[in-house]
Each structure stands twice: as C-alpha cells, then as structure tokens.
C-alpha cells in the first residue's frame, strides 16, 4: 500500500525549510531556543557575579582556564565539572555558581581556547595578504588546540572570540568593494576552506598531544590511504598514489597554502568583475 501523500502545503513548507538562503543565516535573529538563548547570555554577560548562593573563593576565569589545562592535556571529553572541580580543590557546586551545566561550560572553554585572531598590520596590506595572514592563523590556532574540533558545529552560542576571528576576516574582504551578501559568501568561502584543509594538520596535533610518535601516525595514514590500491571502487584515487613522483612534495603548511592561493585566485577573478575596489585596498 503506498503512503499517503503529504498535503501541497506542508510540501512547500519543508521544501522552503531546506532552502534557507545563506543571507537567512547571516540575518536570523529571532524564534532562538530558550536553552540556547541562555547558554548565549552566559557567554557574553559579566561572569565575575554568581548567578547564586554566597560569594565563592573561585572565579570564573578560573574554572575556564583549568578546564581549558584538562583538555590540553587529555581531550575535550575528559572535561567534566567534577574534573574541573577536583584540579581547583572546590566543591562542584562552586563551579554550578557560574556554569549551570557542562554544556555552559563547553561553550565558554571553546570561545576563550580560540583566542583572539592577529592584529591588523599598521600599514595596510592588500586584502588577499590580511586573509593569507588570518587563514594561516586559524589553522595555528586549531591545530594547537585539536580539541576545539571535537564539537561537531551545530547550533550553539558563539561568543566574542569568534565574533572576533570573523571580523579580523571582514575587514579585508569589505575593501573589495563586494556587496555584503558576496563577502558574506567569501567568508564563508575563506572559513571552510582553511577548516577543511586542516583536518590533517588537526589530527597530526591530536595524535602527538596523546604521546603517538609522527613515524605511527604517518604509517597509520599512509595503510588507510594504501587500501585503495588494487580496489576497483577507487581507480582514481589508486592512479594518484601511483604515479611516479613529480618532484612537487609539499609539506602540510605548504600544500594548506597552495590550496589557500587557488581559492583566493577564485575570489580575486570575482572581485576584479564584480567588486568596486577602494584606494588603498
């Protein structure tokens, strides 16, 4: 028996969901889960005063910072309050004051673990070099923290540190003269790449902090890969590792850049046809 067809309207509706339009995220600023609302405000409200109970003897910065050593040294999923708890010589409960769960917690570690982005130079560079100069940055910052890339990136609050990273990103892009809803693309553009493209780079890190010599990681990586050899179902990929070499080997950053120079290739033919450059871009 077939299933019953869902009404014409409901269709469009779920087909209207899964078009959301790069600018509906970029402008969405109402409907936000309560829970999510909250766990934002905590982010970006003044933490030095207890939601409640007495004056403690352990501050907020605190609670991050030694939460920010276990996942260092262990990984993010070794963080929990009682951990956090233990390593400041505090009841759990002092922590509950400020953080009213792990997931609060989870949010407040990851913002302050990315820091801030590098300063703008003093003398203005072209924009492609301040977006060489942020992306090559990032990707320092992700594989010096490997556990930032734990979290899958769904819904949940982002703080000012991230805000931050992203207008260090603006800023050149803007210059282009591209319309905002381009440079919100490029951002995007420019964000995904350097993620994407330090995945490796990430888990090299990962390893390493867990005590795994480079020459395990490299032999582990490189069976993985070797399997494609002799497998029909990865032809192409086989043909690569194969072929005889062509004296191009690059290391990790090097080959993150040449990546990195192809997209900004891309987003240079753009602007030259699309944006209104301004002096001193």
Known sequence: MPAPKKPQKARRSARKRAELTHDDVMQASVRVDPELRRRSELLWEDRTVPTRGPKPGVTPDAVVKAAIEIAD???????????VSARLGFTTMAIYRYFPNKEALYDAIVDAGRGLPPRPPETRAGWRAEVTQWAHAMRGMLCARPWLAELPFVAAPHGPNWLSWLEALARP???????????????????GYTRGASDTSISLARSR???????????????????????????????LLTAPSDGQSRSMEE??????????DGIETYVREHGRPEAGR
């Open 73 to 83: 040294a262990d990984g993010l999923g070794a963080v929990t309050m009682h951990a």
């Open 209 to 239: 902090a867990r005590g795994m010599p480079d020459q395990q990681w490299v032999a582990a990586v490189g069976a993985d890969l070797g399997r494609a050899v002799g497998d029909p179902r990865f032809t192409a990929f086989a043909s």
């Open 255 to 264: 080959s993150f850049d040449f990546g990195l120079q192809r997209v900004l």
């Open 173 to 191: 892009l803007v210059r282009t003269g591209l319309s905002p809803s381009d440079v919100g693309q490029m951002i995007s553009i420019v964000d």
